[in-house]
């Protein structure tokens, strides 16, 4: 078996070949336009027996990796991380140049069996792109009513309330009497505000018609789990993709940062909170917790019983979060199960 490693960038993509003990065959680098793919495959056919290894599959590697899934070959994907350590235990002081990072990407392939396996992409795609999408609109509502808020307060006695919404903001400005010219033009800043405001409502509540299409075709039932509703369902069958390539719900619960890290020494058994792993699907896990711990049901029973236990609030917290990654593995592999029946 022959490993091709790719070190992916914008203008060119740079690929080294290894054998089964890990020593290079083969090198080449080439720019990227229309006819890359098709000059890696003809280099590459000299070897038959081959597997793709492709540095940041589901970053900069992207349409490289799925161009070569859809052909039928075997990709995997190999985290930046894992190179960047290959490269540290390699000879030659750290030297970080593009053959020596497909070398690397390749040797990691080679020896790591658990990478994961690029596929086509499918409906969970179209759910992490709508709501990458719904933080971006998001992120750039709250921006605008901030600056909102700001030129409000200098035409208003005791400027906007909190939680400032498009119809609130129209009804306070119906009111605004400018005196001066300064007054006048902090006025249409706040109209051209308000139009924009208006228009990323509009634009959300678009995002969220998508989100739940796409949802209802992903045929998911993540939705019934309380204090879980359709954008923090979408994240995380976005950002999760195939269930499969988790073994376990610890597999599972260490990718979201929600299982604590070992940090035992001699005969001092401790552990201590993992800062690592998917950063957003950590985040929706405290949400649904926040959520769950502010209403009546098991989640919040659960929560309360670790208080009792002597738990600190974020202790608790964080443990009722490590159940929900379960909860959330369980309901997503039962999904899968279904899914694969319906389809036998």
């Not at 997503?332 to 319906?342: G, H, I, N, T």
Request: aromatic share 4%.
């Amino acid at each position: 078996m022959i490993i091709i490693g790719i070190d992916p960038h914008k203008s060119s993509h740079t690929a080294v070949a290894v054998d089964a003990a890990g020593h290079k065959v083969g090198q080449r680098r080439f720019i990227v336009n229309s006819g890359t793919f098709g000059r890696l495959l003809h280099w590459c056919a000299q070897w038959p027996g081959r597997r793709f290894a492709v540095e940041g599959a589901s970053g900069l590697g992207r349409s490289l990796a799925q161009q070569l899934a859809a052909a039928g070959e075997d990709v995997v994907d190999v985290p930046s991380t894992l190179s960047a350590r290959a490269r540290l235990l390699a000879t030659g002081g750290d030297r970080k140049t593009d053959p020596a990072d497909a070398l690397h990407v390749a040797q990691v392939a080679l020896f790591r069996t658990d990478l994961r396996r690029v596929t086509a992409e499918d409906q969970s795609t179209i759910l992490r792109l709508l709501t990458e999408r719904h933080d971006d609109l998001t992120g750039e509502r709250t921006r605008i009513v901030n600056r909102l808020h700001a030129v409000l307060r200098d035409l208003l006695p005791g400027g906007a309330p909190t939680r400032l919404s498009a119809e609130k903001a129209a009804t306070l400005m119906k009111g605004i009497r400018p005196a001066t010219a300064t007054d006048h033009c902090r006025r249409d800043i706040a109209r051209d505000l308000l139009a924009d405001l208006r228009r990323l409502d509009r634009q959300v509540k678009g995002n969220e018609a998508q989100m739940r299409d796409a949802l209802a075709a992903a045929r998911t039932s993540l939705t019934s789990l309380p204090g879980l509703g359709t954008v923090l369902a979408a994240k995380l069958v976005g950002h999760v993709g195939d269930i499969s390539r988790f073994p376990t719900e610890h597999h599972f619960a260490s990718y979201v940062g929600s299982a604590p890290l070992d940090a035992s020494s001699g005969k001092r058994v401790r552990h201590r909170l993992n800062t690592g792993g998917n950063r957003a699907l950590n985040s929706a896990l405290h949400i649904i917790a926040v959520c769950q711990i502010r209403n009546d049901g098991r989640g919040r029973e659960y929560y309360l019983r670790k208080i009792s236990e002597g738990k600190t609030p974020a202790e608790a917290r964080r443990a009722l979060k490590r159940r929900l990654s379960n909860v959330v593995y369980r309901i997503m592999k039962r999904d899968q199960r279904v899914q694969l029946a319906a389809a036998a």
